[in-house]
């Protein structure tokens, strides 16, 4: 039997709004997604890919963050 979420389910993984997760069905935004007669459902693997696909960042804030003036106040004990 195959292992599928609901969109409440994944609203509370994703630490979204079911009206987020809506809006991003609606515009293609979202997690790839299987409709069940009225039933909407999400397969954890396809969530997971999603995820897995969305941009990483913060390296270049982190690293302006860390040679900075407040790094450098810090580094001195200000």
């Known amino acids: 039997m195959v292992n599928?979420?609901?969109?409440?389910e994944v609203s509370k993984r994703l630490n979204v709004s079911l009206g987020s997760l809506r809006r991003w069905r609606l515009t293609k935004r979202g997690p790839a997604f299987l409709k069940v007669g009225a039933l909407v459902r999400y397969s954890p693997e396809d969530l997971d890919a999603w995820l897995a696909s969305?941009?990483?960042?913060?390296?270049?804030?982190?690293?302006?963050?860390?040679?900075?003036?407040?790094?450098?106040?810090?580094e001195s004990g200000k």
């Not at 599928?4 to 409440?8: A, N, Q, R, S, V």
């Not at 969305?54 to 810090?74: C, D, F, M, N, Y």
């Open 4 to 8: 599928l979420m609901t969109e409440h």
């Open 54 to 74: 969305l941009p990483t960042g913060g390296t270049a804030i982190h690293k302006q963050l860390a040679s900075g003036p407040a790094a450098r106040e810090v």
